[in-house]
Every structure is written in structure tokens, then in C-alpha cells.
């Protein structure tokens, strides 16, 4: 008998397997996945989580008789009451309780599966890229760190290659003939035992001579001698900053509606999802906004009502203020999206577009308006409804571009919108995959 | 790691180590020989996570498989269902090969490990290693070298001929494998050690010669395609044939040799799982008997303590628990269950048997060694002709398992018999014939092709009972059927009594294995 330890063996044999599966029912797990986000919470859109496809995608089907065609016999245990002869009506779907069962998974319309965040976000977020940053200051993006870069004769004590020292210390003594260790033992023992035979001087010396030019040598050789030491070379490099902080502005003045509220949620989300594949760190900055601003937490953002004016840039500029306080754009990736039905008061337009100018668009990497209509103002396609005053404040920074602006009024346009901002360029594409 | 026994202990406690297990194997193994007359494979036990249990789900248990996206959606339904709590995994798995591997988890205590070296290693193995349909139709020494080269020549001609190509043929041929076993014994046993080489001797052999299909082709010059008779024409194609991909691989004019061996590959290790399928409540039984002897012996020789009996005991009933139909948890009858139900009840009708045994089962009653008779049992009988054979009007009585005609043109269902003196024939004939594979897989055979004219293939399905194919399904696989077979198939549903023909479906074979 054998015992074996399978244990410790490479795990994900069926890896492969997976992905095959994957593949072939990429369609449908891309539907389901698109379609499960909008139950998550913002931050946990990305864990792994099942997705549920229509089994009929990845059938593997057998010939076998029809649940319901044909006569059935069914010999079942725990009979109470029958005799032989009795009748038993019908009950609706279940056939008295002997309905058998087919084969698992085979039956059910639906197939279950855990996704894990990979899949879950290579299937949601594919084909997209961030927008072309070269066109920003890049500059802004780099933190110093350091990067192995082979091995240099000099360096601190804390940096010592050892193997590589040690190394060259054993070549050195290979070729300048140091005596081993074994050597020097084997002769101080014959000349031991030569000793103790009584052998002649004659005999001895010879010997005697031979160890002491050895013991020289392999004083004079030393065993690591300070050419041999080789040190771990470090090479500072910049690295792009890891991490992002991503604002939601949002209007909760009474004009919002909740559902207008779950579209920018929807948004949110979905950007949220795509910076944390760009970025180690992303951190999320809730800001609503009346007539006045303020910070809250993802809860009381998207619940909780207020009532009250609609005064843009107080947004802006708590915005503006909570960047200089926490995070300063030498350490931290800043994008910055904004929802809301596009009213403003007339007055503050301009002070919008000022703040959003000289104070919001230098520091940001990237930023989204997002204007949410209520489902019943939906047009008819050709129709151009009315502009809102935000919509024209802000409509000469999307026109020169530095202002991603769009306009939904159903859940189903979010992603489309969405993927729309987002898209890999055709002609950028390799670069970006690279 | 485990503590140091108490005096006769195997293990204390539920921790367990390598050490643990090789003495409780040595203990199992004295009595499985001596007690219970067990003959064995040689045992390999092999510990692993439950990650790796999982992959092993995927594979059919099997250690090495070759790769489709079918185990992936295997493994996905299953960690799933793993994950959210609703399924526990197996204790183990155990393969029928020489030497025998059981896969035991690491999460179990020393008390599951042991139950399970006893179920797997012993039980399980006997059985494989003597029940005739296993040695008839299963190859253990060969089996994992077989899988080995399977795998491999499947990976080649994906390198060869791409993924795509190979997942068709694969889809194709994993459609058509529940009908592609030899059911009656041929002459030669299977040696799956050979496949290999016989493969490439098939190569050579189809680049010297040629298909006798070909000869058949109509050309201007000869006319000994149309001469050929209709009996000879069928004698030569091996018809009727209810082993598709036997046919296919052998027939099929279009296909090229990689796919007639892929064909041969599922078609072998449909082969391979077909006696499992046929003897699932003694396989279970027989093991769980064991399994039951075993311990029940280990404890009574103060070898395991009274802690881990009544854990043991615990998992066992677990195991063999049976739900009545009325029961919301009722699935169906359990072949732990009823095999080791079925097996208690012999070991009583040979050691205490009462007057109506003694009617019922002259031979075995009172026999007194009830392990011999057992052992004659698993080696000579599966699941149908065990139950037909030995069901018990006691256990009958005991499980109070009745019949229920559903026939869709009466208004109700019908109680056809239960556990009393007129219905225990009944039931317990109804009750083999469900166990009967040939009773309760469609009856489908290829039994013409059209060769003179459009080359059109003729399968039947012989209907019992009225009991059509589920549709959707049938034209898929007919699609695959079609699609190997490169022109048009006919599936006619004919009912066996009275030879009307119920239904008939034929599909246009797509050009995609060309």
C-alpha cells in the first residue's frame, strides 16, 4: 500500500477546463455579468460573486425519453395507506411525488456558477481603456522608487550578493590552486602516521616541506578576499502613482429623482470598477450638494433626501477644497465625475465655469458629467430636447474636450454610454494593450 | 499530529498523520483478508484539498483527462453548489484501476479516514477487482496508461489541427456516448495497454488499404456498388449496430483518422464508466457493507474508541439514509441504501432465517457463512438481476415499497401493487427493471444507410411504452450524428410492439468536419 500526498501538487487542473467553458459561453456570461451589476454595492461590484446563465447556451445533450412522455412506473418506500388498486389524482407538476429526478444540472433552465473577480472583470470591462493620458501632465504621474538592476563591485553591507560573492570567491581559489581543506587534512595525517611508524627523517621531510608551502599559500590566498564581493545594484526609477481618488458629485436637491439617482449610481459604479483595474488604491469621495456641499458616506449619498436649492459649484469647490487637503496631485490619480438633472441657478453658472477651469480641470485626470433625465422626459429619437443650464454651461469644455459629457435617461443606455467613453481607440489599441 | 495511542488505540482523538493512516490500514486490511475474504487490487491512498477534490469532480474522478469545456462547466455547477453550502463533497473517490487509487480529503478526522480507507480501499476495490462486468468490460491495469495517451493524442491534434476542430468533434462524439457501448460481450477482453500502439497500427493499416465503403461508390466503370445485396451491404457495415460511435468511427465516409480516433477515445471511456452505471446499488452496497463489518470489528477489538464508533456511526447513517416519498427530501432511492439494506438482509436470511426466507431463498438460507454467499453475490450479479434475485418480501415489508403506474391517458395514478403477498414479485420486478440499463436507455440502433443512392442514414429508435424522445434534445444530437456522419440522417421512433411508426426527425448534416 501507498500513501501519497497529493497535497502539496500544482492546483487548477481544471483551469483549462474553466476557461474553455468561459469561452464558449462568453456571450451569455457577458450579458449576465452586465446585467447582475446593478444589484452590487459600489465597492463590491468587483468581488467575485455567481452569475446565472440560461442552460440552454451550454447544453450537452443526450437522447432520453421526455419527462412526461409514456407510461411511468415508480416504485417508491414509505407506502402509509395504499392497497393495491387504489388511485391517486394528479398533483399539478409533481405526479404524485415520483416525479424522478433527471440528471443534475440537466433539467434546470437556469446554470449557476461562481465567476471570480478576474473573470468577472476582464468580462465586464473588455475592450475598454482609460482615455489618453499622454495629452496630460504625465509628469504628475510618476513617484520614484527602486528597481533591481544586476550586481555592482560596491554597495552597503545590507545589499551583499552573497551567492554571487561567494561565488567569485570559489573561482579565485580555483585558480590560484588555494589548497583544500581536505588536502592539507590528508597530508597532516600521513606525516601522522609516518610519525608514529617511526619512519626515518629522510621519509618525513619531504612531507613536512610539502604541508608547509601549503599552509602558506593558502595563507596567502584568502578564502573570500574583498575583489570577490559583488553587491545588489538598485537603480532608481519613476513609477506611475498607483492610486486614484475618484469624486462623485451628485445633485440631491429635490428635482432628483430616484431613479435619476440609480442611473448615476450605475455610473459610478461602473468607473469605479474600471479604476480599481488601473489602479492598486482607489479610494471614493462622496460629495452631494444643495445649495450647499458636503461630504458624506455612500449611504446617506444615494438615500438620504434633501431639500434645498441647487448651487453647482459648492460642489466644486468642496471638492476643490477636500484635493488640496488629502490628495495632493503628486501622489494621488484624480477623476472626478459628476451627476445631475442640469439645474443650476442661472447666477451661478459662471462661477461654475470659472471654478471648473482654473481649479477643477488642472488637477484632474479626467472628468464626467453625466446629465440624468427622468424616464417619462424620454424623446423620441430626432428630437432634440430642451438644453439645461448645465448642459450649456459646461457644453464649451466638452466641446474642446476637456469635459466628458453625456446625457442618459434609462439604465439600459448606462453601459452602452459608459463603454462609449471608455472605448480603445482602433488606432491606439496596440499601444494600450501592451 | 496525532497523540501517542492508548494501549490497542489506532488514534485518539480526530487529528490524524501519515502514521495514523498506515496503522489503521494495516488494521483494516487483517480484517478485510482474514474476517471477510476480501481479494484486492493493490491500494494506493492519496490525500488531497478540496480544490483538488473539486477537479477531480470535474474529470469524471478520474486523475488525468484530456480537456474539454464540458469538465469546466462541470467544475463550475459544482463549486458553486460547493460554495454556497447546499452540497458537502465526498468523503472520496476511488477509481477502478490496478494499483486501486482512493482519494481521500485532507478536512476529514481520523475516524473518516479510516471509514473511508475501509469503504474505498476495500470495498470498493473488491468489488471492482471480482464483479464479472467489471472484468468483462474494464481494463484496470490498463486504464490510467490509456488515459495517459488519450490525453496526449488529443493535445497533439490540437496543436495539429486547433482547438476549434478537435472541441467540435469532442462535442459531437460526448453527445452520442451514451449510446456508443458494446453491450454484449465480445471475444477479445479489453486492453487499453495496447490502444497505443494499435492506433498507429491502424494508421498504417488505412494508408495500405482502403475503406470497404468506398468500393461501394457507384462509378461508370463497375457496377458492383449496385449489385451488392441488401443482406451483404448490411453484413459488411455491421448492421444493425446500436454503438454509434463504433459505427461512425468505423463508416462514417468523410471523417479523417484523427477524428476516427477521437471518436474511439470517448467511445472506449464511455466503455470504461459502462459497468459502474450498471451496478451502482452493489457497488455502494458492497462497499458500504465493508465498510460497516470493518469498523464494527475495529471497535469491537478495542482498536477504535467509542468516540469515533458514534462518529462513524453517525456519517453512516447519514449515508444510508432513505427519505420516504412523501418526504419533501425524497430523491429517489438511494443505492447506499438499498444495497446495504439488501446485503443486512442476506447476512440475516443465512444466519436466521425464518420459514417464508426459507421459501424464498432455498439456496442461501441458513447457510450460515453469509460472507461466502456475499462475495458470490458481488462477483456474479449487477444491480438488475441482484434485485430481481434477492429483494426480500422482509425488506419489502420493511421499506413498504409500493408501485405507481403514471400512464398520461388515465385520468389518475394507479397503485399497481404493494408490499403484500400478491404484490412482492410485482415490486420487486418492477423495481430490477428500473435498474436495468437496457430497460431504461432509449433503445436507438443505426439499422440502414442508403449507400446506392443519397447515402442517407437510417437510425431507429425502438419505443417502449410510448415513451418518445425528449425532442429538443434529439435534434441535437441528431445534428452531431449527421454532422459526423457527413449526409442526412433519419430517426424513425417506432414502437416496438406493435412497429408503427410513431415519429421521425431527419437533419441535414452541416459541412463542418470537412
Known amino acids: 500500500m501507498n500513501i501519497v500526498d497529493r497535497r502539496l501538487n500544482p492546483g487548477g487542473k481544471s483551469l483549462s477546463n474553466r476557461q474553455r467553458f468561459l469561452r464558449r459561453a462568453k456571450t451569455l456570461v457577458q450579458r449576465a455579468v452586465r446585467e447582475g451589476s446593478g444589484e452590487r454595492r459600489i465597492s463590491d461590484i468587483d468581488q467575485s460573486g455567481e452569475v446565472t446563465i440560461p442552460a440552454d447556451g451550454v447544453r450537452e445533450p443526450r437522447f432520453h425519453r421526455g419527462p412526461t412522455e409514456g407510461i411511468q412506473d415508480h416504485v417508491l418506500p414509505g407506502n402509509k395507506r395504499f392497497i393495491a388498486g387504489d388511485t391517486i389524482e394528479r398533483e399539478s407538476g409533481g405526479g404524485g411525488g415520483g416525479s424522478s429526478p433527471g440528471d443534475a444540472g440537466e433539467g434546470e433552465d437556469d446554470f449557476r456558477f461562481v465567476l471570480t473577480r478576474e473573470e468577472f472583470l476582464d468580462l465586464f470591462l473588455e475592450d475598454l481603456e482609460l482615455p489618453d493620458l499622454s495629452k496630460r501632465k504625465l509628469a504628475t504621474l510618476e513617484a520614484k522608487g527602486f528597481r533591481r538592476a544586476g550586481y555592482s563591485a560596491n554597495g552597503s553591507p545590507v545589499n551583499l550578493a552573497v551567492l554571487r560573492t561567494m561565488r567569485n570567491a570559489l573561482s579565485r581559489r580555483i585558480a590560484m590552486r588555494r589548497p583544500k581543506k581536505p588536502e592539507l587534512l590528508d597530508l597532516e595525517q600521513e606525516i601522522r602516521r609516518l610519525e608514529q611508524e617511526g619512519a626515518p627523517d629522510e621519509l618525513l621531510a619531504p612531507h613536512r616541506k610539502e604541508l608547509a608551502l601549503l599552509q602558506q599559500r593558502s595563507r596567502r590566498i584568502p578564502y573570500v578576499d574583498p575583489v570577490d564581493l559583488r553587491y545588489r545594484r538598485l537603480e532608481p526609477v519613476s513609477r506611475p502613482i498607483a492610486q486614484a481618488v475618484m469624486f462623485c458629485l451628485m445633485d440631491v436637491s429635490g428635482s432628483m429623482t430616484e431613479h435619476m439617482k440609480d442611473l448615476a449610481k450605475r455610473f459610478y459604479m461602473l468607473l469605479y470598477v474600471f479604476l480599481t483595474r488601473r489602479y492598486e488604491n482607489v479610494e471614493i469621495v462622496f460629495i452631494r450638494h444643495t445649495h450647499e456641499a458636503k461630504e458624506v458616506d455612500e449611504e446617506a449619498f444615494f438615500h438620504s433626501a434633501e431639500t434645498g436649492g441647487t448651487v453647482v459649484s459648492s460642489a466644486l469647490r468642496e471638492m476643490q477644497r477636500i484635493a488640496m487637503e488629502r490628495f495632493p496631485t503628486q501622489d494621488w490619480n484624480i477623476y472626478a465625475a459628476q451627476a445631475s438633472d442640469g439645474d443650476n441657478s442661472p447666477e451661478d453658472n459662471s462661477a461654475c465655469a470659472s471654478l471648473l477651469k482654473d481649479e477643477i480641470l488642472p488637477i484632474c485626470q479626467y472628468f464626467a458629467y453625466l446629465e440624468v433625465g427622468a424616464e417619462e422626459t424620454r424623446m423620441p429619437a430626432g428630437f432634440i430636447g430642451r438644453r439645461t443650464t448645465l448642459w450649456q454651461t459646461y457644453k464649451p469644455f466638452g466641446d474642446e474636450g476637456t469635459v466628458a459629457m453625456r446625457r442618459v435617461t434609462d439604465r439600459r443606455e448606462i453601459y452602452p454610454v459608459f463603454r462609449e467613453l471608455f472605448r480603445r481607440d482602433g488606432a491606439d489599441a496596440e499601444g494600450a494593450a501592451g | ?514
Open chain 2, 1 to 514: 499530529m496525532s497523540q501517542p495511542a492508548r494501549e490497542g488505540l489506532l488514534f485518539q482523538g480526530k487529528d490524524w498523520d501519515f502514521g495514523t493512516l498506515q496503522r489503521s490500514y494495516d488494521a483494516i486490511e487483517a480484517i478485510a483478508r482474514t474476517d471477510l475474504g476480501l481479494d484486492t487490487y493493490p491500494n494506493q491512498i492519496e490525500v488531497i484539498t478540496t480544490e483538488q477534490m473539486l477537479d477531480a469532480y470535474a474529470s469524471t474522478g478520474m486523475p488525468l483527462f484530456y480537456k474539454h469545456w464540458s469538465f469546466g462547466k462541470h467544475f463550475a455547477f459544482h463549486e458553486a453548489v460547493y460554495r454556497r453550502g447546499l452540497m458537502g463533497l465526498a468523503y472520496e473517490i476511488v477509481i477502478n484501476s490496478s494499483p486501486c487509487i482512493s482519494y481521500i480529503m485532507e478536512e476529514n478526522t481520523a475516524a473518516m479516514q479510516t471509514l473511508v480507507m475501509a469503504h474505498a480501499a476495500f470495498g470498493h476495490n473488491h468489488f471492482f477487482k471480482n464483479n464479472y462486468l467489471f472484468r468483462e468490460w474494464t481494463d484496470a491495469e490498463g486504464i490510467l496508461d490509456y488515459l495517459d495517451f488519450a490525453k496526449s493524442y488529443i493535445t497533439r491534434c490540437e496543436e495539429r489541427y486547433g482547438e476549434a476542430a478537435v472541441e467540435r468533434v469532442l462535442d459531437a462524439a460526448h453527445a452520442l456516448m451514451s449510446h456508443s457501448v458494446h453491450r454484449y460481450p465480445r471475444k477479445r477482453r479489453p486492453d487499453l495497454r495496447s490502444e497505443e500502439r494499435r492506433e498507429a497500427e491502424r494508421h498504417r493499416h488505412r494508408e495500405e488499404t482502403y475503406n470497404d465503403l468506398w468500393r461501394t461508390v457507384p462509378s461508370s466503370t463497375t457496377a458492383s456498388g449496385r449489385t451488392i445485396s441488401e443482406e451483404r451491404r448490411r453484413a459488411l457495415l455491421e448492421l444493425p449496430q446500436e454503438n454509434l460511435l463504433y459505427f461512425l468511427e468505423k463508416s462514417a465516409p468523410r471523417l479523417q483518422p484523427w477524428q476516427r480516433e477521437i471518436l474511439r477515445i470517448v467511445r472506449q471511456i464511455a466503455q470504461y464508466f459502462y459497468p459502474q452505471r450498471q451496478t451502482k446499488v452493489m457497488n455502494e452496497g458492497c462497499a458500504t457493507y465493508c465498510h460497516y463489518q470493518i469498523l464494527t470489528h475495529l471497535h469491537e477489538r478495542g482498536q477504535i474508541d467509542d468516540g469515533a464508533f458514534l462518529e462513524f456511526l453517525t456519517s453512516h447513517t447519514n449515508v444510508i439514509r432513505q427519505p420516504e416519498f412523501d418526504d419533501p427530501s425524497y430523491g429517489g432511492i438511494n443505492p447506499y441504501a438499498l444495497g446495504f439494506g439488501m446485503m443486512q438482509d442476506i447476512e440475516r436470511i443465512c444466519t436466521r432465517p425464518t420459514g417464508e426466507d426459507r421459501e424464498w431463498f432455498p439456496d442461501i438460507a441458513g447457510r450460515g457463512d453469509a460472507m461466502a454467499v456475499l462475495r458470490d453475490i458481488w462477483t456474479n450479479y449487477r444491480d438488475e438481476s441482484f434485485i430481481a434475485q434477492f429483494l426480500s418480501p422482509h425488506l419489502i415489508r420493511q421499506w413498504r415499497l409500493f408501485h405507481l403506474v403514471d400512464d398520461p391517458d388515465a385520468p389518475e395514478l394507479r397503485v399497481e401493487a404493494i408490499h403484500d403477498e400478491r404484490g412482492y414479485r410485482h415490486v420487486r420486478r418492477v423495481l430490477s427493471r428500473q435498474y436495468d440499463i437496457a430497460w431504461q436507455d432509449p433503445d436507438i440502433q443505426v439499422t440502414d444507410v442508403d449507400l446506392a443512392g443519397d447515402r442517407r442514414l437510417i437510425v431507429h429508435h425502438h419505443v417502449v411504452n410510448g415513451g418518445l424522445l425528449a425532442e429538443a434534445d434529439a435534434r441535437q444530437v441528431l445534428q452531431h450524428l449527421a454532422d459526423l456522419w457527413g449526409y442526412d440522417v433519419v430517426l424513425k421512433e417506432v414502437d416496438t410492439s406493435t412497429g408503427i411508426l410513431l415519429k421521425e426527425h431527419s437533419l441535414q448534416a452541416r459541412a463542418v468536419f470537412s
